[in-house]
């Protein structure tokens, strides 16, 4: 997941370098959600593997 959300980024700053400021914004609208998306699977993955965790001791 944030290695797609690192390939938008890529491409919004090089689409940005030339001038292509539509396909630019579109690109970081989709790295950001992608970046969230992965934070939040994280985040969840996280809390799930500390309650595993507690149930086994």
Do not use: D, Q
């Not at 997941?1 to 090089?14: D, G, N, P």
């Not at 969230?36 to 699977?41: G, H, K």
């Amino acid at each position: 997941m944030l290695k797609w959300a690192l390939i938008f980024f890529i491409i919004s700053l090089v689409a940005g370098v030339f001038g292509f400021t539509g396909i630019a914004s579109g690109a970081a609208a989709v790295a950001k959600i992608l970046f969230y998306i992965a934070v939040a699977l994280f985040l969840l993955f996280l809390v799930l593997g500390v309650i595993a965790l507690n149930a086994v001791k």
